[in-house]
Every structure is written in structure tokens, then in C-alpha cells.
């Protein structure tokens, strides 16, 4: 079984900053991509920022250059970095791993909340 903790949401006013963390932790042979999701109320689970083992990063467009995403491999963590952030990035942000051997699944983080203030 694999868990994913997620820790450093909160609330902060328009503009200022965040970081998120996520560790994942048990039986993990190997992590192929991390990322994160977010989910504002009454609308869908959207991918904010996925990043591969190799580094390879991607983001959705609302986000680039306002967000960074790294992980550590060494410590099986995926971090998100948020800047400039904006009321509309109100939402509980969920992260994911792809973790296995052959065949991988997906695992996902309780969520936390993030909450921008205007």
C-alpha cells in the first residue's frame, strides 16, 4: 500500500505565496509522475502542474509563471511552489503519484485546502 500526505495549505491574501509538499511513503518500488490536481467547489478535479521522473514538467495555462512544481526522489516528495496567487486558486489541492513496477497505479493525497482571500 502506498500513502500520500500532503501538508502546507492555508490561507493567504491575494499575491502572496504557498508551498505545498506531498510525501509518499510505503510499499514504492518506483514513482514514475507527480503531481497535483485541484478541486474549487461545484467544479470538476483539474490538473494544475504534473511532473515526470525525469524532471519534465508540465503546467495548465492559468498557472505557468505563477507556479513551480520539483521533486525530491531521494525522499519520494513532489512540491508545489505557488506565487502570485489569486482568489480563482481557491480550491483543495489533491496530489498524485504513479507508482509501481511494471504496472503502475495512481495514488492520491487527502487534499488541502488553499484559500486566497481578495
Known amino acids: 500500500q502506498v500513502q500520500l500526505v500532503e501538508s502546507g495549505g492555508g490561507l493567504v491574501q491575494a499575491g502572496g505565496s504557498l508551498r505545498l509538499s506531498c510525501a509518499a511513503s510505503?510499499?514504492?518500488?518506483?514513482?514514475?509522475?507527480m503531481g497535483w490536481y485541484r478541486q474549487a467547489p461545484g467544479k470538476q478535479r483539474d490538473l494544475v502542474a504534473v511532473i515526470t521522473s525525469g524532471g519534465s514538467t508540465n503546467y495548465v495555462d492559468s498557472v505557468k509563471g505563477r507556479f513551480t512544481i520539483s521533486r525530491d526522489n531521494a525522499k519520494n516528495t513532489v512540491y508545489l511552489q505557488m506565487n502570485s496567487l489569486k482568489p480563482e486558486d481557491t480550491a483543495v489541492y489533491y496530489c498524485?503519484?504513479?507508482?509501481?513496477?511494471?504496472?503502475?497505479?495512481?495514488?492520491w493525497g487527502q487534499g488541502t485546502q488553499v484559500t486566497v482571500s481578495s
Open positions: 510505503g510499499s514504492i518500488f518506483s514513482i514514475n509522475a
Open positions: 498524485y503519484a504513479n507508482v509501481g513496477s511494471g504496472v503502475y497505479y495512481d495514488y
